[in-house]
Each structure stands twice: as structure tokens, then as C-alpha cells.
Nanobody, 120 residues
Framework: QVQLVESGGGLVQPGGSLRLSCAVS????????IRWYRQTPGKERDLVAT???????SYEDFVKGRFTISRDDHDNTVFLQMDNLKPEDTAVYYC??????????????WGQGTQVTVSS
């Protein structure tokens, strides 16, 4: 059984920072790309940032220059450093990962989400 557990969300003032973590645990053969998404009520889940198994990163335009995604493969943890937060960044943030559970089986997993609220 594979689990993704996010943490690090909370309430922050505009211009502030938060660091989200996504800890991957379970029977893991290899972790491929990991992504952060976010969702607000009544809207679709939007991609925020991606990091590949090789460490290549990409960001959606609305977070470029403010958010940084990174991974610690020793601890199977992915981070999303969020700086200069804006009220429109308020959302539930989810991590998503494609995980090889064997040499021939790859599955996609979601975490349970962590709430980020940016407000004065």
C-alpha cells in the first residue's frame, strides 16, 4: 500500500511563505514524476508544479518565480516552497505521484490535501 501525506499548510498573510511537504511511503519500487495541484471550491484541480525523477522542474505561469518544487529521494519526500503568497493562492494543495510498485506496474496516487489560506 502506497500513501502520500501532505503537510505544511496553514494561514499566512499576503507576501508570506509556506513550505508544503509530501511524504511518500509504502511498497515503492521507484518514484517517477511528482506534481503539486491545487483546488478551490467549485473549480477543477489545477496543476501547479512538476518535478521529474531526474529532478527537472516546471511551473505554471501563475506561480513562476514564487514557488519552488524539490525532492529528497533519500526520504521520499517532495517539497513546495511558496514565497510571496497572494490571496489567490488560497486553495487545497494536493500532491500527485506516479509510482512504480514493481518493474512492470506503475500507478498514480493522490494525497489527502492540505489547506493553504492567504489572508490578512
Amino acid at each position: 500500500q502506497v500513501q502520500l501525506v501532505e503537510s505544511g499548510g496553514g494561514l499566512v498573510q499576503p507576501g508570506g511563505s509556506l513550505r508544503l511537504s509530501c511524504a511518500v511511503s509504502g511498497d515503492i519500487f521507484n518514484i517517477n514524476a511528482i506534481r503539486w495541484y491545487r483546488q478551490t471550491p467549485g473549480k477543477e484541480r489545477d496543476l501547479v508544479a512538476t518535478i521529474t525523477a531526474g529532478g527537472r522542474t516546471s511551473y505554471e505561469d501563475f506561480v513562476k518565480g514564487r514557488f519552488t518544487i524539490s525532492r529528497d529521494d533519500h526520504d521520499n519526500t517532495v517539497f513546495l516552497q511558496m514565497d510571496n503568497l497572494k490571496p489567490e493562492d488560497t486553495a487545497v494543495y494536493y500532491c500527485n505521484a506516479f509510482i512504480e510498485v514493481s518493474e512492470t506496474r506503475v500507478y498514480m496516487y493522490w494525497g489527502q490535501g492540505t489547506q493553504v489560506t492567504v489572508s490578512s
